[in-house]
């Protein structure tokens, strides 16, 4: 899979363009912080990523539709991971603190995620 760093100067377009070609998408979160994984039980359907600043919006549908807003503040770093046929895989935030949190969407080859 490749890794692909997003430069600061791209982000508001690029997450527009993310945000439109994976809309709908089945994706949950992962968070790695010194030392500890928190790993999302349910998984939800991806509606929009967008950045003000250096805080990081995402929407997204959890069961039943019922829509939620993740924020992630502190952004410093934005890196995606593309699967084997060049979908998009993983959306990845850095923090000021070193903090990742990552955005793990349904694959496009196999189902999973």
Known sequence: MDKKIIAPDEWNEYLADFSS????????????SRGSVVEEDEEAVFQSVSISGDKVTIGRS?????PTTDEITGVHGIA?????????????????????????????VDGES
């Open 62 to 66: 959890v069961s039943g539709g019922s």
């Open 21 to 32: 070609r994976n809309t709908c998408r089945r994706a949950r979160f992962e968070a790695f």
């Open 80 to 108: 995606v991971q593309l699967d084997s046929d060049g979908s998009d895989n993983t959306m990845e935030f850095m923090d000021i603190d070193g903090d990742l949190t990552v955005l793990h969407f349904e694959s496009k």
